[in-house]
């Protein structure tokens, strides 16, 4: 993978993380809600590092993160809560929750997706947004999903069509 589509898709991933995060405390209905929500983030920088002026559209890996967390939320969490011992998913921040269910979301669903590069991007978002603490707790879950897949007692899933 190109450095340039490495940076991209670090971009991507901060700015679906922040639409997500953002749904969290929105009266979602619908697809629509989350689409227009989407379109009212600022798109990532380009690989120059300048941002692009142009509305937001519904393409792209940032909207597929998107998407596809908010279609498989519920998937997620009980997941979360599988490999997180002792909390419940009701009673995680925010910010985890968040980065947890798009770390996961790669790791079961993007097959172009290592494990290992999904668990080192929510690393430095959570490094980024999350609490001091909550690094490790990320890590200790995400760690255990992927061990999970290794041994084969969770499977990763083909990406149905949208």
């Given amino acids: 993978m190109s450095k ?10 901060a700015q679906a993380f922040q639409v997500l995060y953002s749904l969290s405390f929105a009266d979602i209905s619908g697809e629509e809600d989350v689409r227009r929500a989407f379109r009212l983030f600022p798109a990532p920088p380009g690989p120059d590092g300048d941002a692009d002026d142009a ?7 940032a909207w597929e993160l998107v998407h596809g967390v908010w279609l498989r939320n519920a998937d997620l969490d009980e997941l979360i809560g599988r490999f997180s011992r002792n909390w419940r998913v009701d009673r995680l921040g925010r910010v985890e929750r968040t980065l947890l269910r798009l770390a996961l979301y790669e790791m079961l669903y993007r097959q172009d997706v290592p494990a290992k590069v999904a668990i080192n991007e929510a690393l430095e978002l959570t490094r980024q947004f999350g609490e001091d603490n909550a690094v490790s707790f990320v890590n ?8 999970a ?13 949208a």
Avoid: H, M
């Fill in 4 to 13: 340039s589509k490495n940076s991209g898709r670090r971009a991507a991933r």
């Fill in 55 to 61: 509305p937001q559209t519904e393409e792209g890996f």
């Fill in 140 to 147: 200790g879950v995400l760690d255990a999903a992927a061990r």
């Fill in 149 to 161: 897949l290794e041994d084969g007692s969770l499977e990763a899933r083909d990406q149905p069509p």
